[in-house]
Nanobody
Framework: QLQLVESGGGLVQPGGSLRLSCAAS????????IGWFRQAPGKEREGVSC????????NYADSVKGRFTISRDNTKNTVYLQINSLKPEDTGVYYC?????????????????WGQGTQVTVSS
């Protein structure tokens, strides 16, 4: 059974950092492009970053460019999202999702497989 499990969320002060992980089981992650999305209370789910199947291509939402870095280790079947210089508006549930294509896109409707999410709260 294809499963994605996010971890690494938590409560952090503004300006802090977190590293989120997305671990895959039941399938080989290197067959999939992976996206990270987030959803704040009362808002729609939005794409923040994604990475191609090989890791050679990445995309970022304008709001996170320069602060977020996505990477993947296919030998560990895991994708990471390093988030730095956190702001209160980064608060939300962060989800990873898999798309069985070579390239990634920041569109929720292009992903069929989702994890359960990990909460990130940025507050002083």
């Amino acid at each position: 059974q294809l499963q994605l499990v996010e971890s690494g969320g938590g409560l952090v002060q503004p300006g802090g950092s977190l590293r989120l992980s997305c671990a895959a089981s039941g399938f080989t992650l290197d067959d999939y492009a992976i996206g990270w999305f987030r959803q704040a209370p009362g808002k729609e789910r939005e794409g923040v970053s994604c990475i191609s199947r090989s890791g050679g291509s990445t995309n970022y939402a304008d709001s996170v460019k320069g602060r977020f870095t996505i990477s993947r280790d296919n030998t560990k079947n895991t994708v990471y999202l390093q988030i730095n210089s956190l702001k209160p508006e980064d608060t939300g549930v962060y989800y990873c999702a898999a798309r069985r294509f070579r390239l990634c896109v920041l569109n929720v409707y292009e992903y069929a497989n989702w994890g359960q999410g990990t909460q990130v709260t940025v507050s002083s």
